[in-house]
T-cell receptor
Framework: AQSVTQLGSHVSVSEGALVLLRCNYS??????LFWYVQYPNQGLQLLLK??????LVKGINGFEAEFKKSETSFHLTKPSAHMSDAAEYFC???????????FGTGTKLQVIP | EAQVTQNPRYLITVTGKKLTVTCSQN?????MSWYRQDPGLGLRQIYY???????DKGDVPEGYKVSRKEKRNFPLILESPSPNQTSLYFC????????????FGSGTRLTVV
């Protein structure tokens, strides 16, 4: 069985401040991990993914995430928040291939001017 | 442009009136899936398809049907909609399962009264 826990359903940061969105996963096999972003009235868009190899993964729009096996975490960060980053972010886990993808419940990011 | 197209974007219907939400992708993807998104619950998988004529249940299949007669199309059918099926629905596709990341449609907001 696999699961994802996103800590904090709402996160507020000031423009220019560090963005940190937390994700912890549970998986019985080496996981594939993802972050998706959903802007208002749009579908989800893949932000970045970890499959194998380098544990620090860079994505679009300046976001990155680090896979930490010992902490079963895959937190999403961005050094400096922009107003355009306001959206809902979903962490997801899979066992690979055609295996099921399990999504977290999402974190809404608010960026304060 | 590579995309997943869902129609309609918005739909209001009455209890018991059969409806179909269409989904089409132009990327020659083998894998397609339907999710519903509800506040506080994240995305839950309804049905998925690994190829033409191959479909299987996800986590919440009750009250839904799907078919995959052509590779590009994967319609979602609600034969007798009920108010608890009011939700935001997403179709997604991937070359080989969700492990490599999905491409999502823009969503269909369904209200059943």
């Amino acid at each position: 069985a696999q699961s994802v826990t996103q800590l904090g359903s709402h996160v507020s940061v000031s423009e220019g401040a560090l963005v940190l969105l937390r994700c912890n996963y549970s998986s019985s096999v080496p996981p594939y991990l993802f972050w998706y972003v959903q802007y208002p009235n749009q579908g989800l868009q893949l932000l970045l993914k970890y499959t194998t190899g380098a544990t620090l993964v860079k994505g679009i729009n300046g976001f990155e995430a680090e896979f930490k096996k010992s902490e079963t975490s895959f937190h999403l960060t961005k050094p400096s928040a922009h107003m355009s980053d306001a959206a809902e972010y979903f962490c997801a886990v899979s066992s690979g291939g055609y295996q099921k993808v399990t999504f977290g419940t999402g974190t809404k990011l608010q960026v304060i001017p | 442009e590579a995309q997943v197209t869902q129609n309609p974007r918005y739909l209001i219907t009455v209890t018991g009136k059969k409806l179909t939400v269409t989904c089409s992708q132009n990327m020659n993807h083998e894998y397609m899936s339907w999710y519903r998104q509800d506040p506080g619950l994240g995305l839950r998988q309804i049905y998925y398809s690994m190829n033409v004529e191959v479909t299987d249940k996800g986590d919440v299949p009750e009250g839904y049907k799907v078919s995959r007669k052509e590779k590009r199309n994967f319609p979602l059918i609600l034969e007798s909609p009920s108010p608890n099926q009011t939700s935001l629905y997403f179709c997604a596709s991937s070359q080989t399962g969700g492990a490599y990341g999905y491409t999502f449609g823009s969503g269909t907001r369904l209200t059943v009264v």
